[in-house]
């Protein structure tokens, strides 16, 4: 049966949600008889769940309890697009949105996630907050482009300090996890409460690796989003034992079909590359990659499951975790069983290893249970954050002490 809309969209900006729709062609084409005369937008709150809810939640799902926004007309633009902005969305709410013509039936679901900036960072506000920050440093910071993403988006390198021996941050492997607003605001404390450390310490930090998906994340997709827009795992892309097929999570690494897809080739993202690119040229002394979901991230970490009989990289790598750890939890002191040997087959960690011996970490969490279920349903606040960033900012500030001395 033909619709009279065509190609409807949902974005979330700044708060509120804004459709967009066209007259499908046949309508647009031929005689329209007032059928755009006035629209009906009506909106559902759902109980999505983030991390357990996909695009399956949406299939089928129908207009039944929504309530009617609008009702009325709507100016076209170009006499084909329409555009409406609700104003009225809650952060923090799923909704799913449906588009009515005069007499056709309702178009949708659109499905759309409200989030908070200062808790989800746009690719805006990731590019200011590293500006500023490299401002503010001077000679002390370079901020550079290592790479694009699938779709065309710069990936930015911050590197900070003059010292010889240097830290490796990577976030947003997985672009609904972790890494800008956690590894910014660290590297701001550190110059501003801790600059001394930088004479012999630098900084290596990738904080946003996965743009597009974060950026889509924050526009709006309500379920987790893990790979790129090639549908390639990044932590599974990564040129170490590349060949070797997964199976975690339930899912076949060799699956393009499958979440933690390794790609069609060793390194075959340019997000991957452009990892490569500067790990291949700066040999940091530890690598520290953000993960587990929503914003924030923590202890245990998983390195190379390649490591786990090699006792002088366990020693060296419980050396750097701990101190690393003793900022996070400072009142719960170091448990050895915060470091997994759990990182798979193409991912970041196995692949800095088996090149340069180098420790590194994903950063998951657990030993913090109550921000765990929060971060795992999308429910990370600004209080939470905030926590987060203070630990994380005494996390590498020990690190960088240890490295220092």
Not at 87 to 97: K, N, P, R, V
Not at 157 to 180: A, K, M, Q, Y
């Amino acid at each position: 049966m033909r619709k009279s809309i065509t190609q409807p969209q949902v974005l979330a900006r700044e708060g509120a949600v804004i459709l967009t729709w066209y007259q499908s062609t046949p309508l647009f084409s031929g005689e329209v008889h007032g059928e755009f005369a006035r629209f009906r937008i009506l909106r559902k709150q759902v109980n999505f769940v983030f991390g357990e809810d996909y695009q399956e939640y949406f299939l089928g799902l129908g207009p039944e309890g929504a309530h009617v926004i609008h009702d009325g007309p709507l100016e076209a633009h170009n006499r084909r697009r329409y555009t409406f902005h609700d104003d009225t969305a809650e952060s923090g709410q799923t909704y799913a949105y449906f588009i009515e013509s005069v007499s056709s039936g309702p178009i949708g679901p659109l499905p759309v996630r409200i989030r908070d900036a200062d808790v989800w960072w746009s690719e805006e506000s990731i590019t200011a907050r590293l500006e500023a920050l490299c401002e503010r440093a001077g000679q002390r910071a370079t901020l550079s482009i290592c790479g694009q993403t699938a779709m065309g988006r710069k990936i930015p390198c911050l590197t900070l300090g003059d010292g010889p021996r240097t830290i490796g941050l990577v976030g947003l492997i997985h672009g609904g996890e972790s890494g800008p607003e956690l590894i910014i605001p660290a590297m701001e404390h550190l110059l501003d409460e801790a600059p001394e450390l930088l004479d012999h310490v630098r900084i290596v930090a990738l904080p946003a690796v996965n743009l597009d998906a974060r950026q889509a994340q924050v526009d709006g997709t309500p379920w987790y989003l893990r790979t790129n827009q090639q549908c390639v795992d990044l932590n599974r892309n990564f040129p170490t034992h590349w060949e070797t097929t997964e199976f975690g999570y339930g899912l076949d690494s060799s699956d393009p079909t499958a979440g933690t897809y390794r790609g069609p080739r060793p390194a075959s993202a340019p997000e991957t590359a452009a990892v490569l690119s500067v790990f291949e040229m700066q040999r940091p002394d530890v690598v520290f990659s953000y993960h587990c979901l929503a914003s924030i991230c923590g202890v245990p970490a998983l390195t190379s499951r390649y490591a786990e009989q090699d006792a002088d990289f366990a020693q060296h790598a419980e050396a750097l975790l701990q101190p690393f750890a003793r900022g996070l939890h400072p009142d719960l002191g170091y448990e050895t069983g915060w470091l997994g040997y759990g990182c798979s087959a193409g991912s970041l960690p196995a692949w800095l290893y088996e090149r340069y011996g180098i420790p590194a970490f994903d950063l998951e969490a657990g030993a913090d249970p109550e921000a765990l279920q929060k971060c795992r349903v999308d429910a990370t606040d600004r209080a939470l954050l905030e926590d987060y960033q203070l630990r994380h900012a005494r996390a590498l500030r020990e690190v960088a002490t240890t490295l220092a001395t």
